[in-house]
């Protein structure tokens, strides 16, 4: 979903048929940003084509056991996700700059914090390898995207505060697995526990927040409209 979401801020278009893979689901929205600001675009084109690049990294290695692209509503789960953070109806992540950093904020933190509660999931050393490399350059992304819309002041802390409240809210535990870019009155770039270390979710706690629901159980919905594809497509 990364890589098709930073593909059509800064192109307009998504992966290719060969990248999406065989029977690929559908994408509905997304379309190429105004951006205004020489390295805002170039963060977002760089961040597009390492998207593509794990898209292409995931095919070569899982080969024959590579899933093909689910179908992805970009309207409709960016709609639901406004909604949930309180953020205005018409909320456009493709419109400009701050948009597209809000709308890729909301992806790269899940991004980390699953990969980070993945990592015991993994059993071949080839795997957490290239797993622990992907979240390093996620947490790159992360960090970038959170201390970019800081810098555009208050109104880009109040909606990245208010995604990350949402976030926290829907993945359905009480643990505190979230954090915004502006805390007790400070920046604050780097959400982690007290010892400094990215927070983690289960499987079912990345879907619930990607199908924008609280609830146990559910597999589909939100971004995903007919849900995931693989073995793990259940909350």
């Known amino acids: 979903m990364e890589a098709e979401f930073y593909l059509r801020a800064t ?7 060969t990248d999406a893979g065989m029977d690929a ?16 675009r170039e963060f977002i084109e760089e961040t597009a084509e390492n998207e593509l690049a794990h898209v292409r990294f995931y095919r070569k290695t899982l080969g024959r056991s590579a899933i093909s692209r689910p179908a992805i509503d ?7 996700a406004a909604e949930a953070a309180g953020l205005p109806a018409d909320f456009d992540p493709f419109a400009d700059d701050m948009s597209v950093l ?11 914090t699953a990969y980070a509660g993945a990592a015991p999931l993994l059993k071949k050393k080839e795997f957490v390898e ?22 555009m002041g208050e109104k880009a802390w109040d909606a990245a505060n208010a995604i990350s ?10 643990e505190k697995e979230d954090e915004g870019i502006r805390v007790d009155g400070k920046a604050n770039f780097v959400p982690s526990t007290r010892d400094a270390i990215a927070f983690t979710r289960t499987p079912q706690e990345v879907l619930r927040i990607v199908y924008l629901t609280d609830k ?3 597999s589909k919905g939100g971004f995903y409209p007919n849900g995931m594809n693989g073995e793990l497509r259940s909350t």
């Open 11 to 17: 192109t307009g278009k998504g992966i290719s048929d």
């Open 25 to 40: 689901g559908r994408v509905v929205g997304g379309h190429e940003a105004q951006f205004k600001e020489k390295a805002i």
């Open 74 to 80: 970009f309207d409709a789960g960016f709609k639901a």
């Open 102 to 112: 809000l709308g890729g904020m909301l992806f790269e933190d899940v991004g980390v």
């Open 130 to 151: 290239a797993a622990a490399g992907i979240l390093a350059v996620e947490a790159y992304h992360m960090g970038m995207a959170r201390s970019q819309l800081y810098m």
């Open 165 to 174: 409240d949402a976030r926290d809210k829907i993945d359905g535990t009480p």
């Open 216 to 218: 146990a159980g559910v």
